[in-house]
């Protein structure tokens, strides 16, 4: 009769690690080191909250940036603004949500109201607003974003609303020569 | 500013975006990793968050998967980020009872996509640092980065805090 030690069969060996996935064209790169664009902006303010650009760094494809909330001392924010804003049963969001998007200079435009379908096999129509994570406390607060692609040359606009904190509709305006310049320099830096 | 820290075949670590405040210097800090190790928790290491508990066999070395980040100021003072345990999650200043007796680098979130080969941190080094020369540190045996340095003068940074505007006057 057969031992009690070999009724269980041994483990099939475990599969080799595979190596993590590499980010897709329309994704910030992990294999270019970026190029930093000086730029520190407020792009909208109400008496309670300033909207703020900062931290821009451009690639090749596109550009990735920080945009920080500042409340006024003593000020707390009504939400960090960003999630949720698809409420059960609503169809636009709340006077609580910011809204924020681009627009390039040849019109096409991209908010953080539009659901972005992720894992899709792509390429998705640009231009794309990725990112909105991020948080800090109900006085400040920051949020990583990036875009893709690259805009054409002429005007980019930042464009918020925000309408719990007083913020209207407003329109940023800088130059896209900045970042494409710099995003000349970072394709140069592969690893 | 931008400037590129220190390389291996294996890793690019730069340093951009460098704001100096009435009250400190704020700054992001990024790591390329080109391959991976097979132990993805390895990467853990980056910055010594607080689940990262490999430990070398020898207690008085670190483990070659801590990535080691300092600055070193113009009075000699020096800060990294080895300081204090579970450097990466809610150091604050009020961690501290009284004013620390050296500079702090205070870490504000990674703000990346989270790519698994873009490392990236934002940090937050307290106080201001004087005028003169301020050296960055780092060393990443894991990726091969041996010990590097890398000096830039503080000076032109503190000139461009004094010119900026407050976004809540006081």
């Keep these: 009769m057969k031992g009690a030690g070999d009724f269980f069969e041994p483990l099939a060996p475990p599969p080799p690690p595979s190596e993590p996935p590499r980010p897709k064209p329309w994704e910030q790169p992990d294999d270019i080191v970026g190029r930093e664009v000086p730029l520190e902006v407020v792009i909208a303010r109400s008496q309670t909250i300033a909207i703020i650009i900062n931290r821009l760094t451009a690639y090749p494809n596109g550009f990735a940036f920080n945009l920080s909330l500042r409340a006024k001392p003593g000020h707390e924010m009504a939400s960090d603004g960003f999630h949720g804003w698809r409420r059960r049963g609503a169809s636009v969001p709340s006077d609580e949500i910011l809204r924020f998007g681009i627009q390039f200079a040849d019109g096409s435009k991209v908010t953080n109201l539009q659901v972005f379908a992720y894992g899709a096999p792509g390429p998705p129509t640009p231009p794309i607003l990725l990112g909105g994570g991020g948080g800090g406390s109900s006085n400040r607060s920051d949020f990583f974003f990036w875009v893709w692609p690259l805009p054409p040359p002429g005007p980019l606009l930042f464009v918020t609303e925000w309408p719990i904190e007083g913020i209207q509709l407003s329109r940023y305006e800088i130059s896209s020569d900045a970042i494409r310049q710099a995003a000349e320099a970072a394709g140069h830096e592969l690893l | 500013m931008q ?35 097979e132990d993805a928790e390895e990467l853990m290491g980056f910055l010594g968050r607080p689940y990262y508990t490999k430990r070398s066999s020898d207690p008085s070395r670190l483990p070659d998967g801590l990535f080691r980040f300092g600055v070193r100021l113009a009075d000699g003072s020096k800060a990294t980020t080895l300081q204090a345990p579970g450097m990466w999650h809610g150091t604050s200043l009020s961690a501290f009872s009284g004013r620390p007796e050296q500079p702090i680098l205070l870490p504000m979130g990674s703000g990346s996509s989270g790519a698994p080969r873009l490392l990236q941190a934002v940090f937050w080094l307290w106080p201001l640092p004087p005028a003169g020369r301020i050296t960055f540190v780092c060393e990443w045996p894991l990726l091969g980065i041996s010990f590097t340095e890398h000096e830039i003068d ?4 503190r000139e461009a805090a004094a010119r900026s505007t407050q976004i809540w006057p006081k």
């Design chain 2, 154 to 157: 503080a000076t032109p940074i």
């Design chain 2, 3 to 37: 400037f590129r820290l220190a390389r291996s075949p294996n890793g690019v670590v730069t340093i951009r975006h460098l704001v100096a405040h009435s009250n400190g210097l704020e700054f992001q800090l990024e790591c390329l990793v080109n391959q991976p190790p």
